[in-house]
T-cell receptor, first 115, second 110 residues
Framework: DTEVTQTPKHLVMGMTNKKSLKCEQH?????MYWYKQKAKKPPELMFV???????INESVPSRFSPECPNSSLLNLHLHALQPEDSALYLC??????????????FGSGTQLSVL | GQNIDQPTEMTATEGAIVQINCTYQ??????LFWYQQHAGEAPTFLSY????GLEEKGRFSSFLSRSKGYSYLLLKELQMKDSASYLC???????????FGGGTRLMVKP
């Protein structure tokens, strides 16, 4: 199994809603990532988890809250988002976080629209 | 500084060859990646170069020159399904932050 599975595929939410994005992988990878991608732009790193611990937060606003319940799961909790947060949210995993040569496996993403 | 530059868009004809260039600057280099991304889909890994030279993988080849901070992706025998964005990337600060260039949108025409 070389898949990273993300749910839901599409999400529409209001600015007062609370929602969560979910990501799962069963490749035994110990590093998991959240990226945000706006249309016609490259993915931008948000968070990195290594061995279930948050190792990088790229100055992401607190309305985005990541959680790694176990080595296979990664969640992104959303609260009080703004319309400019509308984007494709990509989850990725890699075997480890180390020498800077890890290949990332990406999920298909959640297309989020904030109204 | 650390940055990556690629052309924004390219157009090529089915059956032809196209070369997508990428120039980069980084203080700690651990290799350069190429990913392919179809619209609305996940990026998928194409190649990784850490040594100078050409790596060939079927219709796709990737080249690296570390001294020039330059890489290219060569696509041969273009097919319509090759229409996608092609992203070059490296790990920023030789750490664990994979940083992407802006991507090159390739359109293959009949």
């Amino acid at each position: 199994d070389t898949e990273v599975t993300q749910t839901p595929k599409h999400l529409v939410m209001g600015m007062t809603n609370k929602k969560s994005l979910k990501c799962e992988q069963h490749m035994g990878h110990r590093a998991m990532y959240w990226y945000k991608q706006k249309a016609k732009k490259p993915p931008e790193l948000m968070f990195v988890y290594s061995y279930e611990k948050l190792s990088i937060n790229e100055s992401v606003p607190s309305r985005f809250s990541p959680e790694c319940p176990n080595s296979s799961l990664l969640n992104l909790h959303l609260h009080a988002l703004q319309p400019e947060d509308s984007a494709l949210y990509l989850c990725a995993s890699s075997q480890e976080v180390r020498a800077g040569n890890e290949k990332l496996f990406f999920g298909s993403g959640t297309q989020l629209s904030v109204l | 500084g650390q940055n990556i530059d690629q052309p924004t868009e390219m157009t090529a004809t089915e059956g032809a060859i196209v070369q997508i260039n990428c120039t980069y600057q980084t203080s700690g280099f651990n290799g350069l990646f190429w990913y392919q991304q179809h619209a609305g889909e996940a990026p998928t890994f194409l190649s990784y170069n850490v040594l100078d030279g050409l790596e060939e993988k079927g219709r796709f080849s990737s080249f690296l020159s570390r001294s020039k901070g330059y890489s290219y992706l060569l696509l041969k025998e273009l097919q319509m399904k090759d229409s996608a964005s092609y992203l070059c990337a490296f790990y920023r600060d030789a750490g664990n932050m994979l940083t992407f260039g802006g991507g090159t949108r390739l359109m293959v025409k009949p």
